[in-house]
C-alpha cells in the first residue's frame, strides 16, 4: 500500500523526498498535536492558554481527517475538514468573548476562580 | 333448647305472601307517593338557593306530605288483600350467566301489601302532623337553615317510604341507608354545638356496624335464594319453610339459618337494641321534631319493619326468633332502668323509646307480628305526641329540660294543652287502662306467656311496664304538676327567641335559681317562658286525640273492607308476609271456647284467603299460660294493675307533699338503694365500657397499625429512594467545578478505551 501511495506522489509531481513521507507520518504528527494540547490542557490555569490547546486538539483531528481523506483519495474528509475549520473561526470568537467577560468578573484568567460551577 | 324450639316454633306458620302470588301492574299513582316528598325537597333547596326568609318550605312540605299521606289512605281504601307490584324503572340489573343465581335483579318497585300500608300510613300521617309542628318549632332559625331542616325532612321521607315501599331488599337497603344519612343530617342541625356533632357521628357509626350485618344478610340471601325481590324470596323460601314447619330444622342449611340472625343485627342497629343501642338517647341532640318523628315514631321503627317484612325467613332459623325476643326484652328492661334514673326529660323519652323498641322485637320474637306491629303504631303516636310536648316546654322555657327546674307548668296560662297532651302520652307509655298503649301492650305480653319457653320474657316484660309507668310519671308528676317554679335552660333556641328574652336569659339564670316564690311573677319579669302557638298545640291536640282513639284500631273496621277479627291492625298485618297465627293462639282459642277439637281455619274467623290458615300440625301442642290462667283473658287485669302501682308509687314520691322543684320524697329514699341509682344514672357505665372494650383497643390496634404503616411499608419505600441518593452523594465530589478535573476524567476514560482497544488488537 505505501508503495501504490509513493508512487501515487511522484506521479502527482511531488518531490523525491515527499515519496517517503507515508500515512503514518501524518498520524504521528496528528497524535503528538493532540497530546501536546491534551497536556497544555491540562496542565496550564490560563483560560487562553487552554482554550488554544482545545484548538490545537481540534485541527489534530482535522489533520488525521485530512490524511486519510488523501490516503483514501477520497474527498469527503477533506470537505469535512473545511467546515471544521470554519466552526473552529466561529467557535475562537465565541470563545475569545466568553474569556474577555469571564476576565472581566474576576480580573483573573485562572480556570479554578470559576470552580463554584460545579454541578 | 332443640326440642322446646321444635315444638315452639312454626307448627302452624306460613308467610303470607308466599303462597299469594302477588299482582303486578305497571307505574301508578303510588309512585306518586315517591315523588311528592322529593318535590318538596327540591322546593326547600330552591328556597335555600334563594335565601327565602319565611315559612314558605315548612307549609310546601306540610302540603307535599298530606297529599302523600292523602295517597297512602286512597291505597288502603282500594286495596285488595293481595300483594301488588307496581313496577317503576330498572334500576339494578346485573347478568353474568344464565344460571339460577346469576343475574341481580334490583327495580325502582313497589311493593305494596298491607305490612306496607299500615306502615306508610303512620309514617306519612306523622310526618305531615311533626312538619306542621316544627314550622312554629323551627321558626327561630327562619332563612337557611329552617330550609336545610325541611329539606333534610323531606329527604327523610323519601328514604323511608323507599325502606317501607320498595319490593326488593336493595330498594330497602337504599331507604335503610337514606333514612340514616338524613337521621345524621339532623342529628347535626346544630352543627355548631360540639355534642350535637359528636351524636350525628356516634349515630352513624352505631348504625354502620348494624348496617353490615344487614348486608351480609341480603348477600347471603341473594345467594342462597337467587334473587333479593321479595316474591322470589317468598316463593323460593317455600321448600324450608315445609321443612321448618314438620320441625326438621337439619335440613335447612346452616348458610339460610344465618340470614335472620344477621337481617336482625341490621335491625337491632336502626332499632336501637342491645348493644347498639347508645346512639338513641345521644340522638336528642337534634331539634326535638326530629326526635319525635325519627327518633320515636318512624325510623327506628325500621327495624321491626325488616323483621315483619322478612319474618318468614325469620321462621327458618331456631335460634332467630328466641334471639330478638331475648334481646328486645333485656333492652326493654335495661333502657327503662336507666330512663328511672335521668333527670332530663328528653333523654327518658329516648330512653322509653330503646324500652318500647325492645317491647315490639320481643312481641315479634314471641309468635306476636300483630301485637308488635300494633304497638308500633300506637307508640307512634303516643311517643310522638309526649317529645312533641317536651319540645313545647323546651322551646318555651329557653331549652330547659331538666325536671328538677320545671315545676308545675300547667298553671301558667297558655299551657293547657301540652300539660294535656303530656298527661295523655304518659298515660298511653304507662298502660293506664283503654288507653292504646295499654292494649298493644297486653296483646304482647300476653303472647308471651303463651308461647312455651317464653314465660320469662313475659315476666321481664311485665315488671318493665312497671318501671315504665313509674318514670312517665315521675316527669308528668314532677314537670307538670305540683307547685310553680321554673327556670330557663340556656339554649341554642334561646338565642333566637321571639320575644327577645333570649339575651337576657343567661344574666338572669343565676339568680333566678335561688328564688323559691314559686307564685310571684316576679322572677318571670325577666324571663317570660312563652307558650306555644296554633301549629303546636293543634298537633298536640290531634295527636293527643288519635293516641286515644288508635286502641281502636284494634276493634274498628272500615266498611268494604275484608273482615278479619281484631280490626284494622291485625287485618293489615295478617294479609301480609308478617302474617302469622301462633299455633298456640288458636289452640288457647279453642280451649277457651270449649269445643277441643279443631276445625280448621275458619273456625277461628280468619278468611280462607289468608294462607296462615295452615292447621295445627301438632295437636300435642300446649299453649302456655299465666300462673294457670288463659294469658290474654288475664293480662288486661295484670298489667293493668301493674300500670296502677307504678303511677301510684310516682304519685307518691313525686307529687304528695312536694314543695320545691328539685327535690321530692324520691331522693330521700334514694339513699337505701346505695350506689345502684348512681350506676343508673350513668346508664349502667354502658358508654364508658363500650369506650374502654371497644374504642381504646380499637385506638390501640389502629395505632399499631400505623406504625406497621411508617416502619415496614413506608421503610421499603424509603429504602428504594436512598439507594439512589447514597450512589450520587458517593459520585458527588468527583463534580469538583475543577475544570481539569474533568479533562484529566475525560482524558483518562480516552486512555482506558485505547488500552482496551489495544489489548483487543494484539490477539
Known amino acids: 500500500m505505501t508503495t501504490e501511495f509513493t508512487a501515487t506522489l511522484a506521479q502527482a509531481g511531488y518531490p523525491a523526498a515527499f515519496q517517503s513521507i507515508t500515512l503514518a507520518h501524518y498520524l504521528f504528527i496528528s497524535g503528538a498535536m493532540f497530546s501536546l494540547g491534551l497536556i497544555g490542557f491540562l496542565t496550564r490555569r490560563n483560560l487562553i492558554i487552554m482554550f488554544l490547546c482545545t484548538e490545537l486538539m481540534f485541527q489534530a483531528a482535522g489533520l488525521a481527517l485530512v490524511a486519510f481523506s488523501r490516503f483514501h483519495m477520497n474527498m469527503t474528509g477533506q470537505s469535512f475538514v473545511i467546515f471544521i475549520v470554519t466552526v473552529a473561526a466561529a467557535e475562537a470568537a465565541m470563545a475569545l468573548a466568553l474569556v474577555v467577560l469571564l476576565f472581566r468578573r474576576r480580573e483573573s484568567l485562572d480556570a479554578e476562580e470559576w470552580s463554584e460551577l460545579k454541578g | 333448647m332443640t326440642n322446646l324450639l321444635s315444638n315452639f316454633c312454626l307448627a302452624s306458620a306460613a308467610p303470607g305472601a308466599a303462597t299469594l302470588s302477588p299482582i303486578l301492574l305497571g307505574p301508578s299513582e303510588a309512585q306518586l307517593i315517591l315523588a311528592l316528598p322529593i318535590i318538596g325537597l327540591l322546593f326547600c333547596t330552591l328556597c335555600a338557593i334563594f335565601r327565602v326568609k319565611s315559612k314558605a318550605p315548612a307549609f310546601f312540605t306540610v302540603a307535599c306530605l298530606a297529599g302523600a299521606f292523602a295517597l297512602v289512605v286512597r291505597l288502603y281504601l282500594n286495596k285488595t288483600g ?21 343475574r341481580l335483579v334490583a327495580n325502582f318497585s313497589l311493593y305494596l301489601d298491607s305490612l306496607t300500608i299500615l306502615w306508610m300510613l303512620f309514617v306519612t300521617g306523622l310526618a305531615t302532623l311533626i312538619a306542621l309542628y316544627a314550622s312554629e318549632y323551627m321558626a327561630g332559625d327562619l332563612g337557611t337553615g329552617y330550609c336545610r331542616f325541611f329539606a333534610a325532612f323531606n329527604l327523610f321521607v323519601f328514604s323511608m317510604s323507599c325502606l317501607v315501599m320498595g319490593d326488593n331488599l336493595l330498594l330497602l337497603f337504599l331507604g335503610w341507608e337514606g333514612v340514616g344519612l338524613c337521621s345524621y343530617l339532623l342529628i347535626g342541625y346544630f352543627y355548631k354545638k360540639p355534642s350535637a356533632v359528636e351524636a350525628a357521628k356516634k349515630a352513624f ?11 351480609m344478610g341480603i348477600g347471603l340471601t341473594f345467594v342462597h335464594f337467587g334473587s333479593i325481590e321479595y316474591r322470589d324470596i317468598f316463593h323460593a323460601a317455600q321448600p324450608y319453610i315445609e321443612a321448618a314447619k314438620a320441625g326438621k330444622y337439619n335440613e335447612i342449611p346452616f348458610l339460610v339459618q344465618l340470614i335472620p340472625v344477621l337481617l336482625a343485627i341490621g335491625a337491632f342497629g336502626k332499632s336501637a337494641q342491645i348493644p347498639l343501642y347508645v346512639w338513641l338517647p345521644d340522638a336528642m341532640e337534634g331539634p326535638t ?47 327503662a332502668t336507666i330512663g328511672m334514673a335521668q333527670f332530663d326529660i328528653k333523654r327518658i323519652m329516648a330512653y322509653s ?96 306467656f303463651l308461647t312455651p319457653g317464653m314465660a320469662p320474657i313475659g315476666w321481664i316484660l311485665l315488671f318493665t311496664a312497671g318501671l315504665t309507668a313509674y318514670y312517665t ?11 310553680l317554679h321554673y327556670e330557663p335552660g340556656d339554649e341554642l333556641h334561646s338565642a333566637h327567641d321571639e320575644h327577645g328574652h333570649g339575651g337576657e336569659n343567661h344574666n338572669e339564670h343565676a339568680h333566678v335559681q335561688d328564688d323559691h316564690q314559686h307564685h310571684d311573677h316576679g322572677h318571670g319579669g325577666h324571663f317570660h317562658p312563652h307558650a306555644p302557638g296554633w301549629a303546636i298545640n293543634t298537633v298536640l291536640l290531634t295527636l293527643s286525640v288519635l293516641s ?161 404503616d411508617k416502619l415496614i411499608i413506608d421503610g421499603i419505600v ?39 482497544v489495544f489489548i483487543l488488537t494484539l490477539r
Open chain 2, 205 to 215: 357509626i352505631m348504625n354502620r356496624i348494624g348496617d353490615l350485618g344487614l348486608l
Open chain 2, 718 to 756: 424509603r429504602l428504594f429512594g436512598a439507594i439512589p441518593r447514597w450512589i450520587g452523594n458517593t459520585i458527588r465530589p468527583t463534580q469538583s467545578g475543577e475544570l481539569h478535573g474533568y479533562a484529566a476524567g475525560m482524558a483518562a476514560g480516552v486512555a482506558v478505551l485505547l488500552f482496551i
Open chain 2, 82 to 102: 293481595t300483594p301488588v307490584i307496581t313496577s317503576g324503572f330498572e334500576w339494578f340489573f346485573l347478568e353474568w350467566g344464565d344460571g339460577k343465581g346469576q
Open chain 2, 548 to 708: 286515644l282513639s288508635a286502641s281502636a284500631l284494634n276493634f274498628l273496621h272500615l266498611p268494604n273492607q275484608p273482615h278479619i277479627e281484631g280490626g284494622i291492625v291485625p287485618e293489615l298485618v295478617m294479609e301480609s308476609s308478617a302474617a302469622y297465627e301462633s299455633p298456640y293462639a288458636r289452640h288457647e282459642a279453642h280451649e277457651g271456647t270449649g269445643d277441643g277439637g279443631h276445625e280448621g281455619p275458619d273456625a277461628h274467623g280468619t278468611p280462607s284467603y289468608v294462607p296462615t290458615a295452615i292447621a295445627l300440625d301438632d295437636p300435642h301442642a300446649h299453649a302456655g299460660t299465666f300462673l294457670g290462667w288463659n294469658p290474654h283473658a288475664v293480662m288486661f287485669y295484670v298489667s293493668g294493675a301493674v300500670g296502677f302501682i307504678g303511677i301510684f308509687v310516682a304519685f307518691v314520691l313525686h307529687y304528695v307533699g312536694r314543695t320545691t322543684a328539685a327535690t321530692a320524697k324520691a331522693d330521700a329514699l334514694l339513699p337505701m338503694l346505695g350506689p345502684i341509682p348512681g350506676w343508673a344514672q350513668h346508664k349502667w357505665y354502658v358508654d364508658e365500657f363500650y369506650k374502654y372494650s371497644i374504642y381504646w383497643p380499637l385506638i390501640i390496634l389502629a395505632n399499631l397499625c400505623n406504625l406497621f
Open chain 2, 473 to 483: 310519671f315521675r316527669v308528668f308528676f314532677r314537670v307538670i304538676v305540683g307547685p
Open chain 2, 353 to 448: 323509646t330503646v324500652s318500647q323498641l325492645g317491647y315490639m322485637f320481643a312481641g315479634l320474637g314471641g309468635l306476636s307480628s300483630t301485637g308488635a306491629a300494633f304497638h308500633v303504631v300506637t307508640h307512634a303516636f303516643f311517643k310522638a305526641l309526649l317529645f312533641l310536648a317536651c319540645g313545647a316546654i323546651m322551646h318555651g322555657f329557653a331549652g330547659q329540660l331538666d325536671l328538677r327546674k320545671l315545676s308545675g307548668i300547667r298553671r301558667l296560662k297558655g299551657w293547657g294543652i301540652v300539660s294535656f297532651g303530656m298527661l295523655v302520652g304518659c298515660l298511653n307509655l304507662s298502660g293506664f287502662p283503654f288507653t292504646s298503649g295499654f292494649f298493644s301492650k297486653d296483646m304482647l305480653i300476653g303472647s308471651e
Open chain 2, 289 to 335: 321534631p326530629v326526635s319525635a318523628l325519627i327518633h320515636a315514631a318512624t325510623m327506628v321503627t325500621a327495624g321491626v319493619y325488616l323483621v315483619a317484612r322478612m319474618y318468614p325467613l325469620f321462621l327458618l332459623s331456631e335460634y332467630a326468633l328466641p334471639l330478638v325476643a331475648w334481646v328486645g326484652a333485656l333492652t326493654a328492661l335495661l333502657a
